[in-house]
């Protein structure tokens, strides 16, 4: 039976890699999602074949309750609120990892005898060397899935607007640093008293009281907040793929703690997978990690932005309906506006009716355009727009200045041409989509608030740039009937 189990979660784990590669492509994302489906399924019944295994009725009420849930709430959210759900849901890895590792605390705490530890309901025989990295291995992946669990909440809180604004006070890093210490310092406390010498068994349990294990998962949930309340609503994406990368890293140390493969193969995958996404975003904005995580969005430059000369000019729908049916070249660059106007179905709508003209259309895509990675891929692929014209930063950029006219719809930091051009802008040096080179810009937005950042756009005070305010939707409905009327 174990070679059984054995194989079925390398299966298991093979789906989950094959499934996350086809997750790389728009064009077979579908089907990766339901491969790596297929192994998490496979990986789950196969637990149950499990020797000695108990508890089988609260697994079946978490299984069907959770699923019943998942599949609820991913029928019910709106794609624009898709980043906070992500945000959510990995908060719940995170979570489910600190509680495996609070039962195997207890357990190897106060019922470890002789190399035999009663994990999960499944006995295990280890040397004591192999014990030790459990016991290691067990205190960080608590420290880790609790940290991720309460900051992906927080993150959750920020998105879903239930907290504006960021949270700093003097001190705070050294406060920040002492908790996560004193964190420290209680695992080890019990990871000492977990590997005293059997013969001292009734000292440790007369000294071991549960209240040692609460305060510190108390403690590494409290730093978890400390840490994601200074970071501001615009670093989210950011820090939402930080804390995927360690909820997958929480979920591999427990998954060695119970010596489960799938768990720590999955687990070693999103984790890497996690870490390296979090590298690439905060390479889009030009900053490193620890800036994302202990400074205000792009303060890499001074900080004080410079006023901006000029004045926002309007424009009517009939006007830029006319702009666009005539261009030979239109790019349309997404953002996070369009997502909240719904608008990427009507936005699709008029791409086709120019295409329908021979006008060449094409997307622009950013890499931290919305509030999570691919957030603008998934809704363009949501409304049906072919992968072959959606392009992302480094594949476009060249392209704007040989482009007619440049729709932005809801994008706002990532097209500031401050980011190259004014040292003394607060996002100078991160990478841009150069909109302002095209011949004509013009920018649909509701009003002439700031950015999610809180930094003037330069480009809405361009020469060739033009307002055209209104909601998303509403706007690019007229946008349809300007085109039609000219056809």
């Not at 007369?206 to 840490?227: D, H, K």
């Not at 768990?263 to 390479?283: E, H, N, P």
């Not at 000029?310 to 006007?319: F, L, R, V």
Request: contains cysteine; glycine residues 12%; hydrophobic residues 50%.
């Amino acid at each position: 039976m174990s070679y059984l189990i054995s194989a079925s979660y390398l299966v298991a784990a093979a789906l989950f890699i094959l499934g996350l590669k086809r997750m790389s492509s728009p064009k077979f994302a579908r089907q990766g999602i339901i491969w790596a489906g297929v192994g998490m399924l496979l990986a789950t019944l196969v637990t149950f074949a499990y020797p000695n295994l108990h508890n089988y009725g609260l697994m079946m009420v978490a299984i069907v309750s959770g699923s019943i849930l998942a599949w609820w709430t991913g029928k019910k959210v709106a794609m624009t609120d898709m980043p906070q759900m992500i945000a959510l849901y990995n908060g719940m890895g995170g979570g489910a990892a600190a509680c495996i590792a609070a039962i195997e605390l207890l357990e190897l705490t106060g019922e470890h005898h002789g190399g035999v530890a009663t994990l999960g309901g499944m006995e295990n025989h280890l040397e004591e060397p192999v014990l030790l990295e459990v016991h290691i291995l067990a205190i960080l992946g608590a420290i880790i899935g609790t940290v991720a669990f309460s900051g992906s909440l927080i993150a959750f809180a920020k998105l879903q607007g239930w907290m504006n604004g960021v949270i700093r006070f003097s001190g705070q890093r050294a406060v920040n640093g002492l908790v996560f210490i004193a964190t420290l310092c209680l695992g080890i406390v019990m990871m000492l008293q977990i590997e005293m010498a059997p013969g001292s068994r009734e000292i440790v349990q007369a000294f071991f009281e549960p209240e040692i294990l609460v305060l510190f998962f108390v403690l590494a949930a409290l730093f978890g907040v400390m840490m994601t309340v200074p970071i501001g609503g615009a670093d989210m994406p950011v820090v939402i793929s930080l804390f995927n990368a360690l909820t997958g890293l929480a979920v591999g140390f427990e998954g060695f703690v119970l010596g489960n493969a799938a768990m720590m193969i999955a687990g070693t995958v999103v984790g890497s997978a996690g870490f390296l996404l979090t590298q690439l975003m905060a390479k889009a904005m030009n900053r490193s990690l620890s800036n994302v995580l202990f400074s205000n969005f792009g303060s890499g430059g001074s900080g004080e932005q410079s006023e901006i000369s000029g004045s926002m000019k309007s424009i009517e729908a009939p006007d830029v309906g006319v702009m666009m049916a005539y261009a030979s070249k239109v790019i349309i660059v997404p953002g996070y506006g369009m997502a909240v106007a719904q608008a990427q179905h009507k936005i699709w709508e008029l791409s086709q009716l120019l295409l329908k003209n021979d006008v060449k259309v094409k997307f622009a895509i950013h890499p931290v355009a919305g509030r999570m990675p691919g957030h603008m891929n998934v809704l363009l692929a949501e409304a049906g727009v072919p992968y072959d014209i959606i392009f992302d930063l480094d594949e476009i950029n060249e392209e704007f200045s040989n482009a007619d006219v440049c729709l932005v719809i809801g994008a706002n930091d990532v097209v500031n041409p401050d980011a190259k051009n004014n040292p003394d802008s607060p996002i100078y040096g991160m990478p841009i989509l150069n909109a302002w080179q095209a011949k004509n810009t013009i920018v649909i937005k509701r009003g002439q608030g700031r950015g999610f950042s809180g930094i003037e756009n330069a480009l809405f005070f361009a020469d060739n740039t033009r307002m055209l305010y209104g909601d998303g939707q509403a706007v690019a409905s007229e946008l349809i009937n300007a085109v039609k009327e000219l056809a």
